[in-house]
């Protein structure tokens, strides 16, 4: 089959690889139908250093169940499914408190170790857990906004329940990607009354506006804290969602946030120390956040993206066949795309 490995940062390649098949009784797998490119996966397209054989990339999908371990209960064959970017067990004591990214048998899609999903197909671990059952065909309208529950939706909205977000509360999101443009869709249907988005592309600030996003903030560093406190009264606000994971986007998160509010973080860091932490403690400002179980918001999600009340599968505005994948993540690395869907 064909799949997508990186080789190092800059060198993603489409390549034949064996066939994924089960492998632990435990395991589904599973045909991709459409796959993304993720933000996150910019990180290692920036820095990986060599990786001998390669990181077989890829943590979000939607498929089709082709085949089943001799221990998967709830899965058949020909179900159509959301692979959460984390497989889970679903049943030890993280997954029951709804936290299935610290599964005890979890783990990452798309890593040294486990391969990816932007392929032809994938083995999904502790199937059962993982994978969720979409009541609808291959092909439906909303197969897009359904895509995102694998990741950006659930992340966007894992952003703004660690912020805090609550009803007539101020929110602003950093970062103008698929999933801080999902943080606005959250913080506007967790009852957000403001919601200031931090960005300057005009096609990300007109889907931030069509989302929910009350106000575009577009300056940076200080004078884009000054801008924000402009905006809610001198105050800041109760939540950010803070979704890049670079020291300059969380030192502007302590510097809009209101005293005792929340920062909820969904970037991958790249600091080694939180900073600002004067302030933050001064302010008795909260900062939590981390990867989202996304395996655990899909049901509360999953009505309203059927029901049509949230579209997050506007964020895709490019869709390419798995041959044009490397040429997709240039294009989101130069911020050409928001967000990339693949087709295999
Ligand atoms: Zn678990």
């Not at 060599?50 to 179900?79: D, F, N, Q, S």
């Amino acid at each position: 089959m064909r799949a997508t490995v990186m080789y190092r940062a800059g060198d993603v390649r489409i390549e034949n690889v064996p066939d994924a098949t089960v492998v632990n009784p435990t395991d589904a797998l599973v045909r991709v139908t459409r796959a993304c490119i993720c933000g996150s996966d910019l990180w290692p397209y920036k820095e990986m250093g060599p990786v001998e054989g390669g990181r077989r990339m890829g943590h979000e999908a939607v498929g089709i169940v082709e085949a089943v371990g001799a221990a998967v209960r709830t899965l058949k064959v020909g179900a159509v499914v959301v692979m959460p970017f984390a497989y889970s067990d679903g049943t030890c004591a993280f997954c029951r408190e709804h936290l299935q990214t610290s599964c005890v048998h979890g783990g990452f899609f798309g890593t040294v170790d486990v391969a990816g999903a932007q392929a032809e197909a994938v083995r999904v671990p502790q199937a059962d857990g993982t994978l969720f059952v979409l009541p609808v065909g291959e092909d439906h309208a909303l197969m897009p906004s359904l895509l995102t529950l694998s990741d950006v939706m659930g992340t966007g909205h894992h952003a703004a329940l660690t912020a805090r977000v609550g009803r007539g509360k101020k929110a602003a999101v950093i970062g103008d990607g698929a999933v801080g443009l999902c943080g606005v869709i959250a913080a506007k249907r967790l009852g957000a009354e403001q919601i200031v988005m931090l960005g300057r592309h005009p096609d990300r600030i007109a889907l931030a506006r069509a989302f929910g996003a009350t106000d575009v903030v577009s300056e940076r560093g200080d004078d884009a804290v000054a801008r924000v406190r402009e905006l809610t009264g001198g105050a800041g606000v109760h939540s950010v969602l803070e979704c890049v994971g670079t020291d300059q986007a969380m030192l502007a998160a302590i510097g809009i946030v209101r005293a005792g509010g929340a920062v909820g973080r969904v970037g991958v860091p790249h600091y080694d120390a939180i900073p600002a932490s004067t302030p933050a403690f001064y302010n008795n400002v909260t900062v939590g956040g981390g990867p989202a179980p996304v395996r655990a918001y899909i049901e509360e999600l999953l009505p309203d993206v059927l029901e049509g009340r949230i579209e997050p599968g506007r964020v895709f505005d490019r869709v390419i066949g798995l041959d044009e994948v490397p040429d997709g993540y240039r294009a989101m690395d130069e911020r050409r795309a928001i967000k990339v869907m693949v087709k295999p």
